[in-house]
């Protein structure tokens, strides 16, 4: 009866049952896998939501690419950054993920199609992928000191299917950006074979070392791409406000195709028009309150992040890979025991959750990942009990 775009094993994972019993038997966990910014004691502006309620919002026009207004407030929010995009080459999504699944609508015919996605990432694109239909193909990012995307591993998995490479830039969870080269070497593969580059930028406000080289203006620096690109955002994470349902994606690209895939895309989104009035009404407001979530989080995931370093200089057996920006940090533990086992007996002993390097396609153990959205006490406690137990 049902298709099998949904997975027939839909059991939790044994990390996620155990929590679910933790919790149901009121254990208070030191939880080092939020990534909700709204429970970690961010303050927020008191009349938040207010311009949700604004008088603009009771009426209803429907404009499938996004209200005028709307998109031009993102256009400014690009130009924050730096980047100059014309509010007619933005479209409005209701987030990131739907955008996905909007462009895997715009690019992949229905059976038999493929997008390559980087490995180790974001561990919805399992899902984004398959409930499209569409196929992942994996590419590697290696660590050499620095996450680096493997170009031999594109191009070995390249094939005529392929009608996308995804790269996430900052990633989930490595906290790697891609190097100016790097993109030339995905836009001009991608321009050669008619595929398009769709670039998640959804944490691009977080480096964590300013002033690096490599942390954010020289991956993101205005450039012109070859290739038909899609860059992602949204307000879940540059505004800290992922309940309100706002994501955008700039179309870049040869203006022809630019205009073929806005043209194109004004069909799929007419169809759903899923992105409500009053949150396009608010859109300017709402990005506004990023001025004063934004510096918050980047304090946070800054000092949370130095902390972790500081805690693994203290255990030689443990490595903290270096992390470009983000809201993550991965360390390699020694692997006297499974990712499972040490992250069961963390949750069961110490009372502390944190993911194993396996949730995200780790080419071999032992990796943990970490959260620096915890509040700086609950943090470092947390890492203690993590160095305690997996250091060796
Ligand atoms: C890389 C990446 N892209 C997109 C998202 C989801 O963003 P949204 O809330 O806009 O769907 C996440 C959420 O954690 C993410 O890690």
Not at 307 to 328: F, P
Not at 336 to 344: A, K
């Given at each position: 009866?049902?298709?099998?775009?949904?997975?027939?094993?839909?059991?939790?994972?044994?990390?996620?049952?155990?929590?679910?019993?933790a919790r149901?038997?009121?254990?208070?966990?030191?939880?080092?896998?939020?990534?909700?910014p709204?429970?970690?004691g961010?303050?927020?502006?008191?009349?938040?939501?207010?311009?949700?309620?604004?008088?603009?919002?009771?009426?209803?026009?429907?404009?499938?690419l996004?209200?005028?207004?709307a998109?031009?407030?993102?256009?400014?929010d690009?130009?924050?950054?730096g980047?100059d995009?014309?509010?007619?080459q933005?479209v409005?999504?209701?987030?990131?993920?739907?955008?996905?699944?909007?462009?895997f609508?715009l690019?992949?015919?229905p059976?038999?199609?493929a997008?390559?996605v980087?490995v180790?990432?974001?561990?919805?694109?399992d899902?984004l992928?398959?409930?499209?239909?569409?196929?992942?193909?994996?590419?590697?990012?290696?660590?050499?000191?620095?996450?680096?995307?493997?170009?031999?591993?594109?191009?070995?998995q390249?094939?005529?299917?392929?009608?996308a490479?995804?790269?996430?830039?900052?990633?989930?969870?490595?906290?790697?950006?891609?190097?100016?080269s790097?993109?030339?070497?995905?836009?001009?593969?991608?321009?050669?074979?008619?595929?398009?580059?769709?670039?998640?930028?959804?944490?691009?406000?977080?480096p964590?070392?300013?002033?690096?080289?490599r942390?954010?203006?020289?991956?993101?620096?205005?450039?012109?791409?070859?290739?038909?690109?899609?860059?992602?955002?949204?307000?879940?994470?540059?505004?800290?406000l992922p309940?309100v349902?706002?994501?955008?994606m700039?179309?870049?690209?040869p203006?022809?195709?630019?205009?073929?895939?806005?043209?194109?895309?004004?069909?799929?989104?007419?169809?759903?028009?899923?992105?409500?009035?009053p949150?396009?009404?608010?859109?300017?407001?709402?990005?506004?309150?990023?001025?004063?979530?934004?510096?918050?989080?980047?304090?946070?995931?800054?000092?949370?992040y130095n902390?972790?370093?500081?805690?693994?200089?203290?255990?030689?057996?443990?490595?903290?890979?270096?992390?470009?920006?983000?809201?993550?940090a991965?360390?390699?533990?020694p692997s006297?025991?499974?990712?499972?086992?040490?992250?069961?007996a963390?949750?069961?002993?110490?009372?502390?959750?944190?993911?194993?390097?396996?949730?995200?396609?780790f080419?071999?153990?032992?990796?943990?990942?970490?959260?620096l959205?915890?509040?700086?006490?609950?943090?470092?406690?947390?890492?203690?009990?993590?160095?305690e137990?997996a250091?060796g």
């Open positions: 009866m049902f298709s099998p775009r949904v997975p027939v094993d839909r059991q939790p994972n044994r990390l996620a049952a155990a929590a679910a019993r149901s038997e009121k254990r208070t966990l030191i939880d080092l896998t939020v990534t909700n709204t429970v970690v961010i303050e927020y502006p008191p009349r938040l939501l207010e311009a949700l309620a604004g008088p603009a919002a009771r009426i209803y026009e429907p404009v499938p996004g209200l005028p207004a998109r031009e407030a993102v256009a400014r690009y130009a924050r950054r980047r995009v014309p509010p007619a933005i409005l999504t209701a987030s990131t993920s739907e955008a996905y699944s909007l462009l609508k690019l992949c015919r059976s038999g199609d997008v390559m980087p180790p990432s974001y561990p919805l694109f899902h992928t398959r409930l499209d239909g569409v196929e992942p193909v994996p590419y590697r990012l290696e660590y050499h000191g620095r996450w680096q995307a493997d170009l031999a591993s594109v191009d070995n390249w094939s005529d299917r392929v009608r490479v995804l790269a996430v830039s900052p990633n989930n969870p490595t906290g790697s950006l891609l190097t100016c790097e993109l030339d070497a995905l836009d001009e593969r991608c321009a050669a074979a008619g595929a398009t580059l769709i670039i998640d930028e959804v944490f691009a406000d977080y964590l070392h300013p002033g690096e080289d942390g954010g203006p020289a991956a993101h620096a205005p450039r012109s791409f070859n290739a038909l690109t899609f860059h992602l955002g949204g307000l879940s994470k540059s505004a800290g309940q349902k706002l994501g955008w700039a179309v870049e690209g203006d022809a195709l630019v205009r073929e895939a806005l043209d194109r895309l004004e069909l799929i989104c007419d169809t759903y028009l899923s992105v409500s009035t949150v396009q009404a608010a859109a300017r407001s709402l990005i506004e309150v990023g001025e004063t979530v934004r510096p918050q989080i980047l304090a946070r995931v800054t000092a949370n902390a972790l370093a500081s805690q693994v200089s203290q255990h030689s057996a443990v490595e903290l890979l270096h992390a470009d920006a983000g809201w993550s991965v360390c390699r533990v006297t025991q499974s990712e499972e086992e040490l992250v069961l963390l949750m069961e002993q110490d009372s502390v959750l944190l993911h194993p390097g396996f949730f995200f396609d080419p071999h153990e032992a990796f943990l990942v970490v959260s959205l915890p509040g700086p006490d609950e943090f470092l406690h947390g890492i203690r009990c993590v160095m137990r250091g």
